[in-house]
């Protein structure tokens, strides 16, 4: 909620200005200060804005930051050096066990185009640790050939994806290592919501189906086989259709009880949602509904009531999704 943004907000401008003076933290509640408004095009609330040497001029967006902590530790990537340089395998051990989750960054030298983009990933990531090195020694030691993004989860690698020279895709990788921060699948609730929508993957998967139910864990099972594949482009989303909190989850995607389990993919930026074609929620059928969305072959799902019996009897014809094509073209 903005109250509780608002809070962490001020708990670490209270931090930073013992550490950074220099930084200025300031609070607009722009619903009377419309040109602020259209000048910063603020569409959503709250917005953060990091506005550098005093300029006006294209302010940082600070997007998804929720926790003071991260708050100081992206500003600090802002204005300081945004990774930890490692010259030794105990200083690389020392970062990927400091935390759940850590980021370190193999290269074979310190001056490419994929450092770059290394550091530019690590300043919109707060919420973990990022080290590089270019010691032959370190890269050894984890058996790194080439330049090499590391994912470690509980001190354990748990993701590598391989850099090259050029400049890579960095809002993907952005998006790939901050869905880290959530399980592989996430169970929806009030609480994992806010969570879910933070991190910046557009297009979400939902299974629906009662987690009490003899198939749950085989189902289940499928499911999150198939996320580790689609991990960072799909995120997987279970709803329980048990829990009657998820109602309004039910309703958006026009889901009743003789359709469970369902499969639905939302794209979250033009809010279209597509059916998973197959009624099985077997490995290959998620598989295929996945991919053939991704290339953007999935048909478009519109949701419809029934033709109701007496659609016809009145001069003025109701119509519903299912008989809209037919009798209007």
């Known amino acids: 909620s903005s109250q509780n943004l608002s809070e962490e907000f001020a708990k670490a401008a209270r931090q930073l200005k013992k550490e950074a003076p220099r930084i200025q933290f300031g609070k607009i509640d722009v619903t009377h200060q419309h040109d602020l408004r259209k000048e910063f095009n603020i569409r959503e609330f709250p917005t953060v804005k990091f506005f550098v040497d005093g300029s006006r001029e294209d302010p940082i967006d600070c997007k998804g930051v929720r926790q003071a902590s991260a708050f100081i530790t992206w500003v600090k990537r802002r204005t300081g050096p945004s990774t930890v340089l490692i010259n030794s395998t105990e200083q690389a051990e020392a970062i990927i066990h400091a935390d759940d989750l850590a980021v370190i960054g193999f290269f074979k030298e310190l001056h490419n185009a994929s450092v770059e983009d290394f550091c530019e990933i690590a300043r919109d990531v707060p ?53 880290f921060t959530l399980d592989l699948v996430t ?38 086989s198939v996320a580790a594949e689609f991990r960072g482009k799909i995120m997987f989303v279970l709803v329980d259709t048990n829990e009657t909190r998820n109602g309004r989850v039910f309703e958006y995607f026009r889901i009743r009880e003789v359709d469970v389990p369902a499969v639905r993919i939302l794209n979250l930026t033009s809010d279209t949602k597509y059916k998973m074609p197959a009624d099985e929620v077997t490995v290959k059928n998620l598989k295929e509904f996945c991919q053939s969305y991704l290339n953007g072959k999935a048909k478009l799902h519109l949701s419809s009531e029934e033709i109701p019996e007496d659609w016809d009897k009145m001069p003025v014809k109701v119509l519903v999704g299912k008989n809209f094509n037919r009798i209007v073209f």
């Open 127 to 179: 919420e973990m640790p990022f080290g590089m090195t270019a010691s032959e020694d370190v890269c050894a030691t984890y058996g790194i050939q080439k330049n090499t993004l590391v994912v470690f989860k509980k001190g354990k690698p748990v993701h590598n994806e391989v850099l090259g020279d050029g400049r890579g895709n960095k809002l993907d990788l952005t998006r790939l290592i901050k869905t």
């Open 187 to 224: 169970e929806y609730n009030l609480e994992t919501s806010v969570k879910i929508f933070d991190v910046p993957v557009e297009n979400h998967i939902l299974l629906f189906t009662p987690k009490n139910s003899a198939t749950f864990n085989a189902i289940y099972d499928n499911y999150k």
